[in-house]
């Protein structure tokens, strides 16, 4: 069970990455590189406010910018400002460039529709950061359950779905291991 559990996550991460070679990363000190050489570029990143959101499906908050699962994230990315790292790849899903912008504490997937970039998912790393319910990793199923209630259980994950999205907590001996706020756009 928990190896296929980690093949899952370890999919749908190969899947929010891309597949292609046009490969791209920006690590925290503004350098633009294609993996193994060493151009230079940055990120540019704005500071503004975040907080229209559609009220559908559950919704991250970091430092008061709201993050909902499939809404433009061009809004979002500028009101969370300069990421720590930024990769983009070639999508395997769809026409253009899947995006990963890493934040203290969580990472902000991004998949192409048309002219603009879409969450697909946003994916919370260690316990530095919560849900806006309270929940973070370490917490235990049944803070969990309390919280949100009975979830579905799906290969080592309790998961949560709610208006097209899914809410996922990856239990790993005893508590929660990951929390990932999913798109189901590819599931449809």
């Known amino acids: 069970m ?7 996550m370890a999919a749908s991460m190969l ?12 690590d925290g000190n503004g ?23 559609s009220g559908k499906g559950y919704v991250f908050v970091y430092k008061g910018t709201s993050i909902e699962v499939d809404a433009d994230a061009a809004p979002v990315v500028a009101a969370l400002g300069e990421p720590t790292s930024y990769f983009e790849a070639a999508s395997c899903a769809f026409e253009g460039l899947d995006k990963t912008y890493t934040y203290g504490g969580f990472e902000l997937y991004t998949y192409p529709s048309g002219d603009k970039d879409q969450v697909s998912a946003v994916v919370l790393k260690d316990d530095s950061v ?10 235990t199923p049944e803070k969990v359950q309390q919280v949100y209630g009975d979830g579905t259980e799906e290969n ?11 809410l ?13 706020y999913r798109s189901t756009v590819l599931e449809q």
């Open 130 to 139: 919560s849900t806006p319910e309270g929940v973070c990793i370490g917490d």
């Open 31 to 53: 350098q633009d590189s294609k993996p193994g050489t060493a151009q230079s570029g940055s990120v540019q990143g704005g500071q503004q406010s975040n907080d229209t959101t």
């Open 156 to 166: 080592g994950m309790l998961v949560y779905a709610k208006d097209g999205m899914k």
């Open 15 to 26: 899947l929010m990455a891309g597949c292609g070679d046009d490969e791209r990363v920006i």
């Open 168 to 180: 996922c907590l990856i239990l790993k001996d005893g508590s929660v291991a990951s929390i990932e």
């Open 2 to 8: 928990k190896k296929l559990a980690a093949l899952l």
